[in-house]
């Protein structure tokens, strides 16, 4: 039997809240987060963090919410494994987003991806995640791995390891504060569970 990589989202922060496009700010844990994140520490959902390798992305969010559950332990950052910056649409509405033309053909399905004006490209943000993930992969040969990490990164990497099991990588995404338990046998990802 192998070892199990666990991908946990933050909790709650004003942009989840207010159903907002944002990554690359650095948003801090609302309280409805910090009770999220504690009730589901409460009914047992999250891994041990005993012998594993613990990891954030290093952002706010992340740090907050690997406190939340952990405590004050050790931990190490991937810095490619931060949420995607959305450019010119960080902390915007859908609505917002909407009365930029490319971005709305986007939103209704009429193109397969967006690369941010003044943020990130899809290629871009795909690369540094999968560099992000072979980091998580290497080290789950050895141990547990568990990353406290972001909704884009963690439906990505689900994306990457079962590819074709949903129809757009985006129905990956975890609620916040919940995410995936991984199966490993060697390197390679065999089966997966929800968390949270």
């Known amino acids: 039997m192998g070892n199990t990589l ?13 159903d907002l496009f944002y990554g690359s700010t650095d948003l801090p844990l609302v309280d409805q987060g910090v009770q999220q994140v504690k009730a589901l520490r409460g009914h047992g959902v999250y891994p041990s ?8 992305s290093g952002m706010l969010r992340t740090e907050q919410t690997f406190e939340l559950i952990f405590g004050d332990r050790s931990h190490d950052t991937i810095p490619d494994l931060k949420e995607i910056g959305v450019g010119i649409f960080e902390m915007k509405t859908i609505d917002e987003i909407r009365e930029n033309a490319e971005a ?4 209704d399905g009429e193109k ?11 290629d871009g943000f795909i690369e540094r995640v ?22 884009a990164v963690i439906f990505t990497c689900m994306a990457m390891m079962f590819p074709g099991v949903k ?18 046998e060697n390197d390679t990802p065999v089966k997966y569970r929800k968390i949270g």
Do not use: C
């Open 6 to 18: 666990y991908l946990i989202r933050h909790g709650d922060t004003e942009g989840t809240i207010k």
């Open 49 to 56: 963090p005993d012998g594993a390798k613990l990891y954030t």
């Open 104 to 107: 709305r053909a986007w939103l």
């Open 112 to 122: 397969p991806y967006m690369d941010f004006p003044e943020g990130e490209t899809n």
């Open 130 to 151: 999968a560099r992000g993930l072979d980091m998580l992969k290497s080290d789950v040969v050895r141990s547990d791995v568990i990353g406290v990490l972001h909704g």
């Open 167 to 184: 129809d757009k990588p985006w129905q990956w995404t975890p609620n916040p504060a919940g995410g995936y338990a991984i199966a490993f």
